[in-house]
């Protein structure tokens, strides 16, 4: 068994000309600022978003308790109504009448 060291790569520097790093870095800077005035613009959109939620679930909140009353509502049984009872007597204060013969068919 032979064992080689390893070789080491020494890197190479490329120099390139300050023009090309000047347009590099004024490249790179249009693009961070652009993507600065991007996420700006999420913020608030995000926040405006944010706000219509929160106003949604209180009006969802609000419709909730309604159909929970109106539910309630509908479940209460219907008032008896009160059946009229038979007179005591007749008219005239004395006996029920009652039917003749000829009445009663």
Not at 19 to 44: G, K
Not at 73 to 88: D, G, S, V
């Amino acid at each position: 068994m032979s064992s080689q060291a390893p070789q080491l790569q020494v890197p190479t520097v490329t120099y390139v000309p300050s023009s090309d790093f000047q347009t590099y870095r004024e490249t790179a800077a249009a693009a961070l600022q652009q993507s600065s005035v991007t996420l700006q613009a999420q913020q608030a959109e995000l926040k405006r978003l944010s706000s219509q939620v929160a106003q949604l679930t209180a009006e969802v909140g609000t419709l909730k308790g309604i159909v929970a009353e109106m539910r309630v509502a509908t479940t209460r049984p219907a008032p008896k109504k009160a059946t009229p009872k038979p007179p005591l007597a007749s008219p005239q204060g004395s006996a029920p009448l009652a039917l003749s013969p000829t009445q009663k068919e």
